[in-house]
């Protein structure tokens, strides 16, 4: 583990302009950041180009425009793609965000076989959690197979999946109805993949988890534990017979919904024994959030710090000096055990439903998280619960804390470049390339290199959205 090689601080960052969010990259990469990690606008996440009027006031807010490939040329400007690893947390469009990313590395001259890096690509948890789907469950299913199918013979470094427990967690579930949701939706994935006739023991080995870490410090290390033998059993079950191919490998953030605009500075507090969690669970990647995040987006200072936070734990803490340092602990074993037995009664739950698909068009999930959030804000209100500065050792609050505002400049020229790029290209190649996407989509040929070829010829991101809009519709939840 991480005697041989620490988890990779991957920073999520995103805002405003490409340029701006490049300036970001730039200084994290200086200060010590050993994997990118981006952050993509609403209109972006759901399809819509900014010129879109759906995307209006919502341009660059909670994370980067990229409308083009060349909006992503902008975004890693001096930087080559194949010297990074980077994160993409994106969903619904992540199939035309990848396309973008190996279109820009094929312009850099990279060889995309050895690029490496995730896209998020979960959408089961958008139904159930989040909301930014696009598609039916059907077809978005379909896009996430013919990624894995491409990438597992064009792009073999790329994780082609990040399964994520981060946003249920948010939404209100708890730690084991995290694991277990999760867990299920990782398992109809692996289903869809087997029924397209993928190798399991190739393809699993590209498939990674996106976790929370929360407060209590013990339960999330003990869920981090149990999430690597439930994954193990479940691969086993279902055909893996490679180690590496049971390996359950995960990215960590800290818990944003943790975080409290009342005595921000806590939030500080709260980050560095989150930072614990994941790293004596075992985290391979983290991202620490701001302490200024339940306000805006963080600011250089703030983002700065929590960088700071994990190279402290990482490098001064003794965490790295052994495997597994809560091994053999009466309670961390026992809670371990707990945690596991009672996440797998949920999967059998939602396995008698048919599965994680079946349980999410029938509400079962939602109403298990909503459930949850509910009892936890009750908890929260009755004092049950106490959030420090919340709802108890309130204090008044003193100097403000300095925040960062997108300018609504940003929407105005994003705009102004999209329509220039417009005008520059050709009209007929680019509705060539969209019907072309239309055609494959209404067949069972890979959407990929459709989809590759036409952001190359100048497609945008919401021309291709549409294109797809206009041949499956879009899912009303």
Same mark, same amino acid.
């Not at 965490?319 to 961390?332: E, M, R």
């Not at 209100?381 to 940003?410: C, H, M, R, T, W």
């Given at each position: 583990?991480?005697?041989?090689?620490?988890?990779?601080?991957?920073?999520?960052?995103?805002?405003?302009?490409?340029?701006?969010? /490049?300036?970001?990259?730039?200084?994290?990469?200086?200060?010590?950041?050993?994997?990118?990690?981006?952050? &993509?606008?609403?209109?972006?996440?759901?399809?819509?180009?900014?010129?879109?009027?759906?995307?209006?006031?919502?341009?660059?807010?909670?994370?980067?425009?990229?409308?083009?490939?060349?909006?992503?040329?902008?975004?890693?400007?001096?930087?080559?793609?194949?010297?990074?690893?980077?994160?993409?947390?994106?969903?619904?469009?992540?199939?035309?965000?990848?396309?973008?990313?190996?279109?820009?590395?094929?312009?850099?001259?990279?060889?995309?076989?050895?690029?490496?890096?995730?896209?998020?690509?979960?959408?089961?948890?958008?139904?159930? %959690?989040?909301?930014?789907?696009?598609?039916?469950?059907?077809?978005?299913?379909?896009?996430?197979?013919?990624?894995?199918?491409?990438?597992?013979?064009? #792009?073999?470094?790329?994780?082609?999946?990040?399964?994520?427990?981060?946003?249920?967690?948010?939404?209100?579930?708890?730690?084991?109805?995290?694991?277990? &949701?999760?867990?299920?939706?990782?398992?109809?994935?692996?289903?869809?993949?087997?029924?397209?006739?993928?190798?399991?023991?190739?393809?699993?080995?590209?498939?990674? &988890?996106? &976790?929370?870490?929360?407060?209590?410090?013990?339960?999330?290390?003990?869920?981090?534990?149990?999430?690597?033998?439930?994954?193990?059993?479940?691969?086993?079950?279902?055909?893996?017979?490679?180690?590496?191919?049971?390996?359950?490998?995960?990215?960590?953030?800290?818990?944003? $919904?943790?975080?409290?605009?009342?005595?921000?500075?806590?939030?500080?507090?709260?980050?560095?024994?989150?930072?614990?969690?994941?790293?004596?669970?075992?985290?391979?990647?983290?991202?620490?959030?701001?302490?200024?995040?339940?306000? $805006?987006?963080?600011?250089?200072?703030?983002? $700065?710090?929590?960088?700071?936070?994990?190279?402290?734990?990482?490098?001064?803490?003794?965490?790295?000096?052994?495997?597994?340092?809560?091994?053999?602990?009466?309670?961390?074993?026992?809670?371990?055990?707990?945690?596991?037995? =009672?996440?797998?009664?949920?999967?059998?739950?939602?396995? %008698?439903?048919?599965?994680?698909?079946?349980?999410?068009?029938?509400?079962?999930?939602?109403?298990?998280?909503?459930?949850?959030?509910?009892?936890?804000?009750?908890?929260?209100? $009755?004092?049950?619960?106490?959030?420090?500065? #919340?709802?108890?050792?309130?204090?008044?609050?003193?100097?403000?804390?300095?925040?960062?505002?997108?300018?609504?400049?940003?929407?105005?020229?994003?705009?102004?470049?999209?329509?220039?790029?417009?005008? /520059?290209?050709?009209?007929?190649?680019?509705?060539?390339?969209?019907?072309?996407?239309?055609?494959? =989509?209404?067949?069972?040929?890979?959407?990929?290199?459709?989809?590759?070829? %036409? #952001?190359?010829?100048?497609?945008?991101?919401?021309?291709?959205?549409?294109?797809?809009? =206009?041949?499956?519709?879009?899912?009303?939840?």
């Amino acid at each position: 583990m991480y005697r041989d090689k620490p988890w990779t601080m991957r920073q999520y960052a995103g805002f405003s302009t490409a340029e701006a969010s /490049n300036e970001r990259y730039h200084f994290l990469l200086q200060q010590g950041v050993t994997g990118l990690s981006v952050a &993509f606008d609403l209109p972006t996440q759901i399809g819509y180009d900014s010129d879109d009027p759906m995307s209006n006031g919502e341009v660059g807010k909670v994370g980067v425009a990229i409308d083009t490939l060349e909006d992503m040329e902008r975004l890693f400007k001096g930087i080559r793609l194949d010297e990074v690893s980077t994160s993409m947390t994106i969903n619904a469009t992540g199939f035309i965000l990848l396309a973008f990313y190996i279109a820009l590395a094929k312009k850099q001259g990279a060889d995309v076989r050895k690029i490496s890096g995730t896209i998020q690509n979960d959408i089961l948890k958008e139904y159930a %959690a989040r909301g930014t789907y696009i598609y039916p469950p059907k077809p978005s299913m379909r896009i996430i197979t013919d990624i894995f199918e491409y990438c597992s013979q064009e #792009v073999p470094k790329w994780n082609t999946i990040s399964i994520s427990g981060y946003h249920i967690r948010e939404a209100g579930s708890t730690a084991v109805e995290e694991l277990a &949701f999760t867990l299920s939706n990782g398992k109809a994935y692996l289903k869809a993949a087997l029924e397209k006739g993928l190798d399991i023991n190739i393809f699993a080995k590209r498939l990674s &988890f996106f &976790f929370n870490a929360h407060n209590h410090l013990f339960e999330e290390v003990a869920k981090f534990r149990a999430a690597r033998r439930i994954w193990a059993k479940m691969t086993a079950e279902l055909g893996a017979t490679l180690p590496e191919a049971q390996k359950l490998r995960f990215h960590t953030q800290t818990g944003g $919904s943790t975080l409290t605009a009342q005595q921000p500075m806590n939030n500080i507090i709260r980050v560095t024994i989150q930072t614990l969690a994941a790293s004596l669970g075992g985290t391979q990647s983290l991202h620490t959030n701001g302490y200024d995040e339940a306000l $805006s987006l963080p600011t250089t200072a703030a983002a $700065s710090l929590a960088l700071k936070t994990q190279q402290v734990v990482q490098e001064e803490s003794g965490i790295c000096d052994t495997v597994d340092p809560l091994a053999g602990s009466f309670f961390v074993e026992t809670l371990t055990t707990q945690v596991e037995e =009672a996440a797998w009664k949920l999967i059998d739950k939602i396995d %008698a439903m048919g599965g994680a698909v079946q349980a999410i068009e029938q509400g079962f999930i939602q109403e298990q998280i909503a459930s949850s959030s509910y009892a936890y804000q009750k908890a929260i209100e $009755s004092g049950e619960k106490v959030i420090v500065g #919340v709802n108890k050792f309130q204090q008044e609050e003193s100097a403000p804390i300095p925040i960062l505002k997108i300018d609504e400049q940003v929407q105005v020229e994003q705009i102004e470049r999209l329509k220039a790029f417009k005008a /520059n290209r050709d009209q007929q190649t680019v509705n060539e390339k969209l019907l072309a996407i239309q055609e494959a =989509a209404r067949g069972t040929n890979n959407l990929m290199p459709y989809v590759i070829d %036409a #952001v190359e010829h100048h497609c945008t991101l919401g021309e291709i959205s549409h294109a797809l809009r =206009a041949v499956w519709g879009e899912y009303k939840g």
